[in-house]
């Protein structure tokens, strides 16, 4: 394999892109992510790659395409502890299978009459439109050995060069409508179990966008957050009453009467201005805690262990059964992999204890989501539920529907400023001029706009 760095920020964060066949670096060499690095493998004539250029990385995450998926499967083993986010973007871990992949008269096909008038119609099927091959010829790969393309087709099948198990945990796989090289009914067959996004498009999908809309920007989030702790508090009512639904049910369901036991250890994930923290210690006689957020310690609370840390890398380098309860509230959805943070909570728990948390699921802000098209890539609950390891056992799992009124779109957004959420978000395809969303707004019949939140809070019990 090949790689070559596209990005470079000096942060703690990849992204690493396994793009297609017939792919070099070209087509992803204008790509940006704020507060990740970006590293672009290809050629996969050859299934050996050195890890070495992501070595001091403490989060890695995988966006693979097309055969890269397949690629990414075998490859990524020995970076696998500092993966969070995996992504498939139309392409499945059975590159050439007449119901899970591409069909096996179409692949061969494709490799017995490989030449330049067939590859150049192969990247056009491979765009869909003839607007979207202009665009893709201005940063089209500079790969013209014929018989090198064939090599690396041949390298996958019939026989693959290693036989390395293929990696099935994959948080999300990305399916375009109009995809003319990987059927998309084949893609669906194949990710059965996996959440899985169907969109407009064909094979070739804008990566800009999918980074924007998969790859949380945690820089700009923990920033937002940061500037605007002083007006948390007065304006996040919707986390607020949640946060009061999570402690009733962690009263309830025996959370409280374990963290009476002052030898137990809580970890808080996410304590921001402590409205969850002050709630806990009122309700509890633990004194062990330990308190974990992307920014400065504003908990106003004494006596706790604070670390200042992005919690998805952290937890992934703590030690197995380490704590009784894991707490947290409207942080995960700031996660890139909400499945490895589960798995890692149930890692980390001791037997019997307790995961209790609150965050959003899809749906959320939907009148910003439906002008713009952006938002975070939530799931919902049913999909929170899919994902529930084996070793958790689910307790309980509510989700809400809460709409707040304002005056105007302007008291919408100023809302939402001052709670530290940037609602049209932050990114190179994120670019609806906010005039527009303010002139699109919808405003329903007493005059008033509406905001509204789907938070839904979950309590499960590691399995003895």
């Known amino acids: 394999m090949k790689q070559k760095m596209v990005s470079s920020t000096g942060g703690e964060r990849v992204i690493v892109i396994f793009a297609g066949w017939s792919m070099d670096s070209r087509p992803f060499e204008h790509l940006v992510r704020p507060g990740y ?29 097309s055969l890269g ?5 075998v490859t ?22 007449d119901r899970l992949g591409i069909p096996e008269a179409v692949y061969t096909g494709t490799e017995r009459a490989l030449d330049d008038r067939n590859l ?35 390298a996958i099948y019939p026989a693959p060069i290693i036989g390395n198990p293929r990696s099935m945990r994959w948080d999300r796989a990305v399916i375009s409508r109009s995809d003319a090289i990987f059927p998309p009914e084949n893609q669906w067959r ?84 402590g409205l969850l923290t002050r709630a806990l210690l009122r309700s509890c006689q633990a004194r062990r805690m330990h308190l974990w957020d992307i920014g400065p310690d504003a908990s106003g609370c004494k006596g706790h262990i604070f670390n200042c840390c992005d919690a998805e890398v952290e937890l992934c380098r703590t030690l197995p059964q380490r704590y009784d309860v894991i707490a947290t509230a409207s942080t995960v959805q ?33 009148e910003i989501r439906t002008i713009t098209g952006v938002g975070l890539p939530l799931l919902s609950l049913k999909q929170w539920l899919g994902i529930l390891p084996d070793s958790l056992e689910l307790i309980i799992a509510r989700d809400y529907t809460a709409s707040i009124p304002f005056e105007s779109p302007a008291d919408v ?38 905001l509204t939140y789907r938070p839904f809070i979950l309590i499960a019990r590691k399995k003895s």
Not at 428 to 443: C, D, G, I, K, L
Request: with cysteine; aromatic share 10%.
């Open 334 to 366: 700031w996660f890139n992999s909400p499945g490895r943070f589960l798995t890692e909570c149930a890692r980390v728990l001791r037997p019997g204890g307790f995961l209790a948390l609150t965050s959003f699921v899809s749906g959320n802000m939907e």
């Open 69 to 73: 998926v397949y690629a990414a499967s």
């Open 190 to 273: 194949a990710w059965q179990g996996v959440v899985t996004d169907m969109v407009d498009g064909a094979h070739y999908l804008p990566m800009q966008e999918i980074l924007d809309r998969y790859i949380i920007d945690k820089q700009h989030a923990g920033a937002c957050f940061d500037n605007h702790r002083n007006t948390y508090d007065t304006q996040a009512l919707v986390q607020r009453k949640v946060i009061h639904n999570l402690l009733e049910a962690m009263l309830h369901y025996g959370v409280m009467e374990l963290l009476s036991n002052p030898a137990k250890m809580c970890l808080e994930i996410g304590s921001g201005t």
């Open 37 to 65: 690095d970006i590293l672009v493998v290809w050629d996969y004539r050859s299934m050996d790659i050195d890890w070495s250029s992501v070595q001091g990385y403490k989060e890695i995450c995988i966006v693979a395409w």
């Open 120 to 154: 150049r119609k192969f990247h056009r099927r491979m765009c869909g439109s003839a607007e979207a091959f202009k665009a893709f010829s201005d940063i089209a790969p500079q790969r013209t050995d014929i018989q090198e393309l064939r090599d690396e087709l041949n």
């Open 413 to 450: 957004f100023r809302h939402l400023r001052l709670t530290g959420v940037n609602g049209l978000g932050r990114g190179a395809s994120a670019r609806t001029p906010m005039r527009q969303v303010m002139e699109r707004y919808p405003r329903m019949l007493d005059g008033m706009c509406y």
């Open 76 to 97: 990524t083993h020995t970076i696998e502890p500092r993966v969070t986010a995996k992504i498939a973007v139309n392409g499945t871990l059975f590159p050439v299978d």
